[in-house]
C-alpha cells in the first residue's frame, strides 16, 4: 500500500460516507487521483464494494442464489394430485443468501453475489440483509426483471416431498459480471459456491482465483452436473448422498459405499467430504480418515434450512481451523437449531448458541 493510499484509508475509516470531491479536497490533490486510488485500493481488497466499505477483518465470499421461498405443508398426510389442507408461507431464500445469512448471524462478516430483480421480492432481499448487515453491494440488480422464486410443497412429518424453482435470472450472471468482482473473491478467506451460479461463471471462478478455498453446495442432483468435471478444484464439498453419487460415479447402499465415494473425490483433489443423509446424520471424511456422524435426535418444525445452517458452521469451524470432524459436529448442531423453527433460518442463530448447542446435545 502506497502512502497517498494509507491517507485515504484512514480518512474513509473516519467518514465512510465522504465523497472523492472532499477527500481530493482535504489531500490537496485532483478527483480523478482520488479515483484511481480508490479503484487500487478496491483492487487490493482494502475497499469492498460500493460504498465504501472497508476491510476490517477475515471475510467470506458466498456466490448463489437469492430467491422468495413459497411453502406449503398440509395439516395432515399429503395426499398426491389432491387439494391438501395446510398452511402457506412466504420468506426469503435461496442457497447462497441462505448459507450468507447464517455466517452474518454466526458473526462472520460475509459478501454475497447473487442477482435479483427490482421488484419487491428483489428489493425486500436487499432490505432484509441490510438489516443484519449482510453485504449485497455486488449483487446484481436487473431493471425490469422478476426475483427468483422457489415452490416447496412440505410432507407430514415437514420434510420436502417436491419442489418448482424459476430461477432463470441466474443466466444474467456472466462471466464479465465476476470479473469485476474480483478483489472481493479473490481476497476473501474462503468463498462458498452454490450451482445455481452459471456454469461457465463456475468454470472461470474455479480456473482463476487458485488461491482462494472453495466450498461447494450442489443444490440439487440436477444442478450439479455442472460441477462434475470442477469438482476437485474443491477444498470442501456438501453434497447429500444422491449428489454425490451422481458426482463420484458410485452407487451408494451403506458406509463402504460412502467411503468409496468420498475416496473418488479426494483422489480428484478435495480435502473435506461431507455427505449428508437427512435422518441419519452425515458421512465425514478426509483423506487421513471418516467418521459417520449420528444425527441428534431433535424434534423437526422445518427441515428445509438444515443444510445451509450446517454449511454455514462447516465455514465458520475452517476460520477457527477446526479439523472436518470438529466442523462436522458443529454443523450438525447448527441444523438442529434450523430444524427447530418454522422459518428457513431461525433467528436465535449465533456463535454462542451454536456452540451451546453443540454441547447441549455431546457433540463437543
Known amino acids: 500500500m502506497t502512502n497517498r493510499e494509507q491517507e485515504i484509508l484512514t480518512l ?4 465512510p460516507m465522504i465523497s472523492q470531491n472532499a477527500l481530493a479536497d482535504a489531500l490537496h490533490i485532483t478527483r480523478s487521483s482520488v479515483a484511481v486510488h480508490i479503484t487500487n485500493l478496491m483492487k487490493k ?6 460504498g465504501y466499505i472497508l476491510k476490517s477483518e477475515r471475510y467470506v465470499c458466498v456466490i448463489g442464489g437469492s430467491n422468495v421461498d413459497i411453502q406449503g405443508s398440509p395439516r395432515d398426510t399429503l395426499i398426491p394430485r389432491d387439494s391438501n389442507i ?8 435461496g442457497v447462497g443468501r441462505n448459507i450468507a445469512e447464517n455466517l452474518q448471524r454466526l458473526g462472520v462478516e460475509t459478501s454475497l453475489i447473487s442477482v435479483v430483480g427490482d421488484d ?14 449482510l453485504n449485497m453491494m455486488d449483487t446484481l440488480v436487473l431493471h425490469g ?39 472481493v473473491i479473490e481476497n476473501a478467506a474462503l468463498c462458498i459456491l452454490d450451482t445455481n451460479v452459471p456454469a461457465d461463471v463456475l468454470e472461470y471462478v474455479l480456473s482463476t482465483f487458485r488461491s ?5 453446495d450442489p443444490v440439487s442432483t440436477g444442478k450439479s452436473k455442472k460441477v462434475a468435471d470442477l469438482i476437485g478444484r474443491f477444498h470442501t464439498i456438501k453434497p447429500n448422498r444422491l449428489e454425490a453419487e451422481i458426482l463420484s460415479g458410485v452407487a451408494i447402499q451403506n458406509d463402504g459405499d460412502l467411503q468409496r465415494a468420498a475416496d473418488v473425490f479426494h483422489e480428484k483433489g478435495v480435502a473435506q467430504v461431507f455427505i449428508s443423509l437427512g435422518r441419519d446424520g452425515v458421512f465425514c471424511s478426509t483423506p487421513d480418515g471418516h467418521e459417520h456422524i449420528k444425527a441428534p435426535d431433535v424434534a423437526i418444525v422445518n427441515a428445509t434450512g438444515a443444510g445451509d445452517a450446517f454449511m454455514a458452521a462447516l465455514a465458520l469451524g475452517y476460520l477457527r481451523d477446526m ?26 442463530m449465533s456463535a454462542d448458541n451454536l456452540f451451546n448447542k453443540a454441547k447441549e446435545l455431546g457433540l463437543c
Open 12 to 15: 474513509l475509516k473516519t467518514n
Open 45 to 50: 481488497g482494502y475497499i469492498l464494494g460500493k
Open 86 to 93: 395446510g398452511d402457506v408461507k412466504i420468506s426469503l431464500g
Open 120 to 133: 419487491a421480492y428483489g428489493q425486500k432481499i436487499l432490505e432484509e440483509s441490510r438489516l443484519i448487515g
Open 145 to 183: 426483471a422478476m426475483s427468483s422464486v422457489y415452490l416447496c410443497i412440505l410432507d407430514d412429518r415437514k420434510d420436502m416431498a417436491l419442489a418448482v424453482s424459476s430461477m432463470d435470472i441466474y443466466d444474467s450472471m456472466t462471466v464479465n459480471f465476476i470479473k469485476s468482482k474480483r478483489h
Open 212 to 216: 482462494t478455498p472453495f466450498f461447494l
Open 323 to 348: 479439523d472436518a470432524f470438529q466442523s462436522a459436529r458443529l454443523g450438525s448442531a447448527a441444523a438442529a437449531i434450523a430444524l427447530a423453527h418454522e422459518n428457513t433460518i431461525n433467528p436465535t
